[in-house]
């Protein structure tokens, strides 16, 4: 099956640097990519959509000035969280598909366990 | 009001036994998609069984099935045979529209445990 690849799995920064955390499709073209949040023990919160080419759509309460997405490719999406503080320490994950594949197809990321000190 | 929800946070089931776990949606859509999802600690997400709208066969894959039941939007995990690997979080999933690769809407999961 398709793959998503994530990376980093797992990163530590120091409060008020930007980390970056890449989306890659590997084996086909994601015309859309989402980006969740997941906070221990909870649930997948959808953070903003990522349309190629095309300007993210943020979801309310998420402030796109500091977590910047960019979808250059039809194969790799970012999220650069910028000037992270430690509140921003979550499990991000990502998730692409494909208007050309299967409605039932649906691929994460491994995701990336972000720390801020 | 929530589009996903999951009743019950933690379940424990002992193995080789088949175990139920909630899952109740509220949509106006006619066209969706209902998917289950494992998350073992390691944080990936593991796609289990998809069930759409329009399916009138309850969705099976292997030993997991999914009781849907249209009228009443719910559409419950079955796992059956119980095995200690079961063990993770499951989370349910909606994704309005068929078609498109639309947003998926998760519940809140249910923490599984398989004793041995």
């Known amino acids: 099956g398709a793959v998503v690849s994530q990376h980093p799995s797992r990163v530590i920064c120091k409060s008020g640097t930007s980390v970056k955390i890449e989306c890659r499709s590997l084996d086909f073209q994601a015309t859309t990519m989402f980006w969740y949040r997941q906070f221990p023990k909870q649930s997948l919160m959808l953070m903003a959509t990522s349309n190629e080419g095309s300007k993210a759509t943020y979801e309310q309460g998420v402030e796109k000035d500091k977590f910047l997405i960019n979808h250059a490719s039809l194969t790799l999406s970012t999220l650069t969280v910028t000037s992270a503080h430690p509140e921003d320490s979550s499990f991000y994950i990502c998730?692409?598909?494909?208007?050309?594949?299967?409605?039932?197809?649906?691929?994460f990321g491994q995701g990336t366990r972000l720390t801020v000190v | 009001a929530q589009k996903i929800t999951q009743t019950q946070p933690g379940m424990f089931v002992q193995e080789k036994e088949a175990v139920t776990l909630d899952c109740t949606y509220d949509t106006s859509d006619q066209s969706y998609g209902l998917f289950w999802y494992k998350q073992p600690s390691s944080g990936e997400m593991i796609f289990l069984i998809y069930?759409?709208?329009?399916?009138?066969q309850n969705a099976t894959e292997g030993r997991y099935s999914l009781n849907f039941q249209k009228a009443r939007k719910s559409a419950n995990l079955v796992i059956s045979a119980s095995q200690l690997g079961d063990s993770a979080m499951y989370f349910c999933?909606?994704?309005?529209?068929?078609?498109?690769?639309?947003?998926?809407?998760f519940g809140s999961g249910t923490k599984l445990n398989v004793k041995p």
């Open positions: 069930q759409g709208s329009y399916d009138e």
């Open positions: 999933a909606m994704r309005e529209g068929v078609y498109n690769f639309n947003k998926f809407y």
């Open positions: 998730s692409a598909g494909s208007t050309g594949g299967s409605y039932t197809e649906a691929f």
